[in-house]
């Protein structure tokens, strides 16, 4: 069993940044793809970015937020960061760390094993 547990959130201004972290413990392994989704209210859950194992640090993003949002990945720590900057109201939701033993369909929910309880994000206009 992976454990994951986020942190960061919270309430800023519209074009503020917060900075989320997701720290595994547990059967952790270097070969997960790690992943960020959110999820607003009464909508689905979405794929915001994820790293592939295998990467040398780039990831994947969503292009809501792409050139807005950075991800990051130690795995030294076992631990993810999500540098989120330029926040709109739209942004707004739960975010949540996954990790799976993922190589296709990264930006898809059912590919990852291991979820983070979330961590609420409120973007104010």
């Known amino acids: 069993q992976v454990q994951l547990v986020e942190s960061g959130g919270g309430l800023v201004q519209a074009g503020g940044s917060l900075r989320l972290s997701c720290t595994a413990s547990?059967?952790?392994?270097?070969?997960?793809?790690m992943g960020w989704f959110r999820q607003a209210p009464g909508k689905e859950r979405e794929f915001v970015a994820a790293i592939a194992w295998w990467s040398t640090g780039s990831a994947n993003y969503a292009g809501s937020v792409k050139g807005r949002f950075t991800m990051s990945r130690d795995n030294a720590k076992n631990t993810v960061h999500l540098q989120m900057n330029s926040l709109k109201p739209e942004d707004t939701a739960v975010y949540y760390c996954?990790?799976?033993?993922?190589?296709?369909?990264?930006?898809?929910?059912?590919?990852?094993?291991?979820w983070g309880q979330g961590t609420q994000v409120t973007v104010s206009s």
């Open positions: 996954a990790a799976g033993v993922v190589a296709q369909a990264m930006g898809v929910p059912a590919s990852y094993d291991y």
């Open positions: 547990g059967r952790t392994s270097s070969r997960y793809t």
